[in-house]
């Protein structure tokens, strides 16, 4: 006979000593004290086999982020036993109640599965990727695109996302930028905080939320040559001060979850690396959430060359810190022997246990399992109208606009004629973005739908292919090939081109050409797309072009030749409509690039925070110097970088010395006609330090709506610890001495002054 739940807690309650007052009550209890006592409580209960059971997560469908391995059957026997503690890829509330049911009324403890999930950027509803969602420097977009995501996935059973990605990463050959906050720690830090709030709001026993996890603990972002999952080799330095800031964000957010990386990290995997886990996570940062691996990263450590063996593997992984196996079958293969060989503690596998168990009492899944698994709700939620009203504005908000000559934009409504070129403006499965959990092939609204749908009757568009970017095996996981060389449709684009008044032409990559495994040795765009362009410059002047990426690309001939510009990444499912309210002024772009732009892939990894190194600049007494001799060393469009409808001025800028810190104030007027939004940007250098320091490093940010006309007050505080920077013993350390900040709309256009503090 299946024993019932409630009457699991009660014999849990009566043989462990619990209050009896917290079984009676459904609702969730949040008392971290009461949390722990039911933790150890159901601890002192599990059998050996049980506690190692709930350090292990299963694959629930072969569809997604690994290979098939086997049947469910014994999956369901294990799941019965108490032998699995976590699910992922286990989808909609009814499924998620059924597999549920196989944990909590077959098992000898009736402890309840988490099931988890990829939802990076939407669940259903696709917001922009996260790399566009930096691009806001607005952590409420960031905030509002989680906790969206979070009402859909939960309204479908699920308790966890494997997000955020807040990875630093200075390379944009690197597939996985798309996912990441883009180059900059500090903006990483608050798109972090963000993220994590979103998804978990302020208690994780509310329904509507979902538990947050903060990957990928650490350096992945730093792979060699930009290659995913490739080795990572930086300095403590560059660790402590670079990398680390976002995570330690989230950590001190009450992210409920971390995941470590595929990468090693200056030779030890990322997995099994004691120093980040318990040395600086579990240890320094005292943070009590859990540790999962990425998927198999624990047996790939034999791969490395780390571990010898699946036992040994086991052991390294736990000793490290690693709480949770994902999908790597070596904890219930080799874990149990390295414990009785007394190679692992138990200590340290309750420790692993008591953070799994913790997180479920959080959840409110021992009141009840199936509190998450809402068929109605998830009916009702899924792709509502206030969902998607909510990506449009967060996809127009991520929008930057990178040229815009002769003010050709914004385009009036009433424009006679616009021609609209390219395979990507018609594509309504592009825009979705790699990583896109459930949303529905080609349901996004594409460019072609959206400018339809802004001008006025009067107005004629029509629409030619001109270029065919195909790309093969765009399936997770399968080697991705780009085929293109077709120019048949270039007469009719260059035909339509010559008879309209204004080309909006959309130029860029497929979403799968970015993303996990998709990494690329060259950032142009691919095809013959540029070889269109130029034919089109040549009958027609007004051209806007829509960049459609997800990472940063090198476009000098665009940038050279185009009319207008807009980055608008891949935005989501209200793409078109978002783009179409940029390009006809419905709404003033305000977005600014998280991550540089180079004029060549050969400068990558490209950022702006670089150091000055002895030979900065070509004075006309150096033969040489750090540069390069075939083309430019800065960015094509800078971090930070990012252009209005109107524009900005910047008067009277003053910094003083005050008891415990610098203050900043800055005069920014709007001094164009229409009202808009600018994003004031606060960066220093420390001038002289016991460790060479950046030349230039943003310490804040306000993003500041303006009225036509109105000027405003920008005021900042740096404080002591904004002057500090880490030492490679992981120290925060103040140094006296001169310090120069800068304020201005982007990294490279500052205005400057010097302080001195003794």
Not at 1 to 12: D, E, F, V, Y
Request: with cysteine; proline share 4%; hydrophobic share 40%.
């Amino acid at each position: 006979m299946k024993k019932s739940l409630q009457l699991q807690i009660i014999n849990m309650v009566l043989f462990a000593s619990f209050v009896m007052s917290a079984c009676s009550e459904r609702k969730p209890t949040s008392n971290s004290n009461d949390i722990e006592s039911k933790v150890d409580s159901v601890l002192a209960l599990m059998t050996l086999d049980e506690k190692i059971g709930q350090t292990i997560m299963y694959n629930g469908t072969w569809e997604f982020t690994g290979p098939v391995s086997g049947n469910n059957q014994w999956k369901a026997e294990k799941i019965m036993n108490g032998q699995v503690g976590a699910m992922l890829n286990v989808l909609t509330a009814e499924e998620t109640r059924r597999t549920q049911a196989l944990a909590v009324e077959n098992s000898r403890l009736g402890i309840p599965m988490l099931f988890a999930y990829d939802v990076i950027h939407g669940y259903k509803t696709m917001f922009p990727v996260p790399l566009a969602q930096a691009a806001s420097w607005d952590p409420e977009v960031a905030r509002l695109g989680s906790d969206v995501a979070a009402r859909e996935a939960s309204a479908a059973g699920l308790h966890w996302t494997f997000a955020p990605m807040i990875d630093i990463s200075r390379d944009a050959r690197w597939g996985r930028i798309m996912e990441s906050p883009g180059e900059d720690p500090y903006l990483g830090s608050e798109m972090a905080k963000a993220w994590v709030e979103g998804y978990q709001g302020d208690d994780l026993s509310d329904p509507k939320t979902i538990v947050a996890c903060a990957k990928h603990f650490a350096g992945y972002g730093f792979a060699e040559a930009g290659r995913d999952y490739n080795t990572v080799e930086v300095s403590m330095q560059t660790l402590y001060n670079v990398i680390l800031p976002p995570f330690k964000a989230a950590s001190d957010a009450g992210v409920a979850t971390f995941m470590n990386g595929f990468n090693d990290l200056n030779g030890i995997p990322a997995t099994g690396n004691e120093f980040l886990q318990r040395d600086i996570l579990k240890g320094r940062w005292n943070y009590d959430g859990m540790m999962v691996s990425d998927w198999g990263s624990i047996p790939e450590m034999i791969f490395h060359g780390y571990a010898k063996d699946t036992a040994q593997a086991a052991a390294m992984a736990m000793n490290a810190g690693s709480d949770m196996d994902m999908e790597g079958r070596v904890y219930e293969k080799g874990l149990k022997e390295k414990i009785e060989q007394g190679e692992v503690s138990v200590d340290l596998l309750d420790d692993a246990v008591r953070r799994i168990l913790r997180l479920k009492f959080k959840l409110g899944l021992f009141d009840d399992p199936y509190r998450y698994s809402d068929v109605q709700r998830e009916k009702e939620e899924l792709l509502s109208a206030e969902n998607l009203a909510a990506a449009r504005d967060a996809a127009r908000k991520s929008i930057v606009l990178l040229k815009n000559e002769s003010d050709i934009l914004p385009i009036s409504k009433g424009v006679s004629s616009i021609a609209v070129i390219g395979q990507l403006a018609a594509d309504r499965d592009i825009p979705l973005g790699s990583w896109r959990a459930q949303a529905v092939p080609n349901s996004a609204v594409s460019l072609l739908e959206g400018i339809k749908g802004a001008v006025s009757e009067k107005t004629s568009v029509e629409f030619a292919k001109g270029y065919t970017l195909t790309v093969g095996n765009r399936s997770f996981g399968k080697e991705l090939t780009i085929v293109d060389e077709d120019k048949s449709g270039f007469a009719e684009a260059i035909n339509l081109a010559k008879s309209s008044e204004v080309v909006v032409i959309a130029l860029g990559e497929d979403c799968y050409q970015s993303g996990e495994g998709r990494s690329q040795m060259d950032v142009g765009l691919k095809g013959s797309q540029i070889d269109l362009f130029n034919e089109l410059k040549k009958v027609n002047d007004n051209i806007v072009v829509v960049l459609m990426t997800g990472r940063p690309v090198a476009i000098p001939e665009i940038e050279a030749d185009a009319s207008a510009i807009l980055e608008t990444w891949f935005a989501g499912s209200e793409s078109g409509n978002a783009i179409a309210d940029i390009l006809f002024g419905d709404y003033n772009p305000s977005g600014k690039l998280p991550v540089s732009f180079p004029y060549h892939t050969g400068q990558e990894p490209l950022y702006y925070s670089q150091k000055s190194t002895g030979r900065p600049i070509n004075r006309a007494e150096n033969v040489f110097w750090t540069h390069y001799t075939d083309g430019p060393n800065d960015a094509l469009f800078p971090f930070g970088y990012g252009l209005s409808y109107t524009t900005f001025n910047y008067e009277n800028f003053n910094v003083s010395k005050e008891e415990e810190s610098i203050g900043i104030s800055v005069d920014v007027t709007n001094s164009g006609d229409m009202d808009g939004e600018e994003v004031v940007q606060l960066y220093i250098q420390d001038v002289a330090a016991s460790l060479v320091r950046p030349i230039k490093e943003l310490k804040g940010f306000e993003k500041v709506w303006f009225a036509a006309g109105e000027t405003k007050t920008v005021e900042f505080t740096l404080s002591k610890d904004d002057l500090s920077f880490y030492n490679e013993m992981g120290e925060l350390i103040f140094e006296l001495g001169e310090f120069r900040i800068s304020v201005g709309s982007n990294s490279r256009d500052l205005t400057t002054q010097s302080i001195t503090i003794n």
